[in-house]
C-alpha cells in the first residue's frame, strides 16, 4: 500500500464510547500508515494511571488535563513541529463528552473545552465511531472490562454529548458506523484519512 504523508505536520483523533473499537482499528491503522506516530490518551504514564485510578469525576477531569499537558508537551506538539502525522485514540473530546457527563451538574462541556483552549491544540479530523451503547456494553462484558464508564445509562449520555460535540463542528468529524465489522470499519477509516491528507495537500499546493 502506498504510503500517505503530509505535507506539514496533522492531528487526527479517534474518538467514540467504550466499546466502540476504536483501540483496534488504530492497531490495525498503525500497520497500514507506519511512518505515522501513534499515541493514545490518557497515557500509560503516572498521571495517566492516576486517573484511571480516581472515581471522583473531578480529580479525574484534571489529572486527565495534566495528563494531557505533558503528552502535548512531550509527544504531539514535537511530532507535528516535525511535520509528522500523529493519530491520538482518544483526546480533547472524550473528556468533554465523558466528564460533561459525569459533572452535568457542575461544569459545561463548553466549560472543559475553555480550559484547554488556551494551552492545546484542537484535530485537524476527528474520526468519531458511533455504535449503540447497548452492543458496546456486550463488547465491553465480552472481554471482561468492568467500569464506571460502562453503565449504559452513561454510556447513552456520553454518545449524546459526541453526538452534540460532532453536530457543532461537521467540518472536523467524520462519523463512522462502528457496529460493522472490523475489517469494514478499519478500511473505512483508513480511506477517510487518505482522503483528508490528499484534500489537505491539495490545499496547500493552492495556497503557494
Not at 15 to 21: L, T
Not at 103 to 119: A, G, N, Q, T
Not at 160 to 187: K, L
Amino acid at each position: 500500500m502506498q504510503i500517505m504523508r503530509a505535507d506539514r505536520g496533522l492531528l487526527i483523533t479517534l474518538e467514540g464510547i467504550d466499546g466502540a473499537g476504536k483501540t483496534t482499528v488504530a492497531r490495525v491503522l498503525q500497520k497500514r500508515f507506519p511512518d505515522f506516530v501513534f499515541t493514545r490518551e490518557p497515557t500509560e504514564g503516572p498521571l495517566g494511571e492516576m486517573a484511571r485510578s480516581t472515581e471522583d469525576p473531578l480529580e479525574q477531569l484534571f489529572l486527565f488535563m495534566a495528563d494531557h499537558a505533558n503528552h502535548f508537551r512531550s509527544c504531539i506538539l514535537p511530532s507535528i513541529s516535525k511535520g509528522k502525522v500523529v493519530v491520538s485514540d482518544r483526546y480533547i473530546d472524550s473528556r468533554a463528552a465523558y466528564q460533561g457527563a459525569l459533572l452535568r451538574e457542575m461544569v459545561s462541556i463548553e466549560w472543559i473545552y475553555d480550559l484547554h483552549r488556551p494551552w492545546s491544540r484542537m484535530p485537524d479530523m476527528t474520526l468519531l465511531f458511533r455504535i449503540d451503547p447497548s452492543v458496546a456494553l456486550e463488547r465491553c462484558k465480552k472481554r471482561g472490562a468492568t467500569s464506571i464508564f460502562e453503565m449504559e445509562t452513561l454510556l447513552r449520555e456520553v454518545s449524546r454529548n459526541f453526538d452534540i460535540i460532532a453536530s457543532r463542528e461537521p467540518e472536523r468529524f467524520v462519523v463512522i458506523d462502528a457496529g460493522r465489522g472490523i475489517s469494514e470499519v478499519a478500511d473505512r477509516a483508513a480511506s477517510e484519512i487518505e482522503r483528508f491528507i490528499r484534500r489537505r495537500g491539495c490545499q496547500t499546493e493552492s495556497h503557494v
